[in-house]
């Protein structure tokens, strides 16, 4: 009776997360307050339990970048890049924009995503608007690229996380792994941006000088804090990159970083926590304790099981599936809730695998599926309804369908290609 | 001192009033906002300056300051010159939006004026014959009724 209780809570839970009926993070608070009070989950297993307790190694990972984060705003090197950018191109309208996206692409990987549109999105309204050019195209080409650019790396984008820390998957694996066919899923990315934005590419070059007026230097805000910064930046992924050989968890990485950074900047509290989304950390919380309790009362072991089996050593077909269907169901809910709720199931296919890799690259396959899904629709990751907001505030509305008519396309090829590599690097040969 | 005594004469502006003749005018006596008027010459709502420089200044520039420093004369002039061609109706916030009006009678006391500005965090407010003709005869500012609150100084 109690498992049926569990299952309802858990799935009224994420009825209301998907449908937004409450806020997402009441919503799995609600959820994590029913699986306490069917007396599934205590303190024990909520805190301190590693197997189904909120797993701090991402918590404490998202928090120590989002403190990063916060500091590399204060300097304005994202201001600085994209004017660089913009002006090194002459202001010609499809390079200045396959500059901004590549720029999104890789700061997505190095940060959040959401993060990385917040930053590069009012710059971006800049050039435009000094270039006459409608910024739209180039606002949504850069959300649907930092999905893309999100998908390389281990803190790229928080299902990453997820994946990683349950998982046990390091930086590397996933940079070894994801790195290659993110480059080429830009590559293919920018050859879209020019057929599909192809009506804004209006060169008028006498807006150039507007453009080539900016001055770049005087946003750079603090240049000791902005090298600093860099340094500590560059610190943190040596120390992500050499996780083998120092053996520190990431989420102790990025902790050190932003305690090193706090340190170094000397900014005040309120300055160097704006960028930390407590909401976002609540919600992983809530999360992770319904999820847990659905191990606790046996699903996730039932339901592995009966996957394990029906998969047997298909691994080529628990792939496609894996990925189109995550691509999907990302599409259309939050892929956070999604991956969290999935990651258990993976982790069992791959256990039963014993270590091969056709049933490791599951997990690639998830990453893949749940990153570059969120393309599909205007709602389907955060950084997309960030930027719609931001288009809204400045006068340019994006409706759902006008995102979704272009994150479609670039999700559907994508996730193709990402399907191939799949196919080619770990079933084919 | 009653409202009535405090009050100034205040330029009348309506919503379809030319939005860089208000701003004019508004810069020209050096006052804080403006009172905006119905047809019948009742006040409506008060436009403070700093709605005219949100109307202005691009909310990605209010948003992320540092990036206005990239800016040269020639852009910060084009942004200006968004106010030729429109009315006061598009600097106002949206009809849901606007506040409660900061009115006194004209036989209201200074401290009851400096109740109303304090509780609206208005820096003016309108004074209205709100038993006569019920029309506008003036309006009174923060700095002039501070003026007046204000003891004396014998010096620093």
Redesign the interface.
């Known amino acids: 009776m109690t498992t049926v209780l569990v299952v309802a809570a858990f799935v009224g839970a994420y009825v209301l997360i998907a449908t937004e009926r409450i806020h997402r993070v009441a919503a799995a608070l609600s959820g994590a307050a029913a699986m306490v009070l069917l007396g599934v989950v205590d303190a024990e297993v909520a805190f301190f339990s590693e197997e189904t307790g909120v797993d701090w190694n991402v918590i404490f990972l998202l928090l120590g970048m989002m403190v990063i984060v916060s500091v590399l705003k204060q300097t304005?090197v994202f201001?600085y890049l994209a004017?660089w950018a913009a002006k090194r191109t002459k202001g010609r309208p499809f390079p200045t924009m396959v500059l901004l996206v590549c720029i999104t692409a890789v700061a997505s990987a190095l940060l959040d995503n959401v993060t990385t549109v917040l930053l590069i999105?009012?710059?971006t309204?800049?050039v435009c608007?000094?270039l006459g050019l409608p910024p739209v195209p180039f606002l949504i080409a850069e959300a649907l690229a930092s999905n893309i650019g999100g998908t390389a790396t281990l803190i790229g984008d928080p299902p990453n996380i997820i994946i990683a820390s349950r998982a046990g998957l390091s930086f590397n694996d996933f940079l070894l792994n994801l790195g290659p066919i993110v480059v080429v899923l830009m590559v293919v990315f920018i050859g879209l941006c020019r057929v599909l934005f192809r009506s804004a590419f209006h060169y008028d070059p006498d807006r150039v000088s507007?453009l080539m007026?900016?001055?770049?230097r005087?946003?750079i805000?603090d240049r000791g804090l902005l090298v600093r910064s860099g340094i500590v930046l560059v610190l943190v992924m040596v120390g992500f990159v050499a996780h083998s050989a120092l053996h520190i968890e990431p989420s102790m990485v990025a902790l050190l970083g932003a305690g090193a950074l706090v340190a170094l900047s000397k900014l005040d509290p309120p300055e160097f926590l704006e960028e930390v989304e407590w909401m976002t950390l609540v919600f992983f919380m809530g999360l992770f304790v319904m999820v847990g309790a659905l191990v606790e009362v046996g699903v996730i072991e039932r339901l592995g099981q009966a996957v394990t089996e029906a998969v047997g050593d298909q691994y080529l077909l628990a792939g496609s599936v894996l990925i189109w269907g995550s691509a999907l169901l990302s599409g259309i809910v939050d892929n956070i809730p999604y991956v969290a709720t999935v990651t258990p199931l993976v982790q069992n296919l791959v256990d039963a695998g014993q270590g091969a890799p056709e049933a490791q690259a599951l997990w690639w396959a998830l990453a893949l599926g749940a990153d570059l899904g969120g393309n599909a629709t205007a709602v389907g990751a955060s950084a997309n309804v960030v930027v719609i907001g931001?288009a809204a505030?400045?006068?340019h509305p994006i409706s759902f369908w006008r995102f979704t008519r272009y994150g479609a396309v670039v999700a559907l090829v994508t996730i193709a290609i990402a399907w191939l590599y799949l196919w080619l690097r770990y079933y084919a040969f | 001192m009653r409202a009535g005594e405090l009050a100034q004469p205040f330029p009348m502006v309506t919503p379809d009033t030319e939005a860089i003749v208000a701003a004019q005018a508004m810069a020209g006596a050096r006052l804080p906002g403006l009172i905006i008027c119905d047809e019948n010459g009742r006040p409506y709502t008060v436009l403070p300056g700093s709605q005219v420089l949100r109307f202005l200044v691009p909310d990605y520039l209010q948003k992320t300051p540092g990036l206005a420093r990239a800016l040269d004369e020639r852009a910060s002039d084009e942004l200006f010159r968004k106010l030729e061609h429109t009315t006061v109706r598009t600097l106002l916030p949206a009809p849901q939006d606007i506040d409660e009006l900061p009115v006194v009678d004209v036989d209201a006391t200074a401290v009851e004026v400096a109740a109303v500005m304090a509780r609206m965090h208005s820096p003016l407010v309108a004074v209205v014959d709100e038993h006569g003709t019920g029309r506008i005869i003036g309006a009174i500012t923060a700095s002039r009724l501070l003026d007046h609150l204000l003891p004396t100084s014998s010096g620093p």
Request: proline fraction near 5%; avoid cysteine; aromatic fraction near 0%.
């Open positions: 304005g201001d004017i999105a009012p710059v309204l800049l608007h000094r507007a007026a900016l001055d770049e005087e946003v805000r931001i505030r400045n006068g």
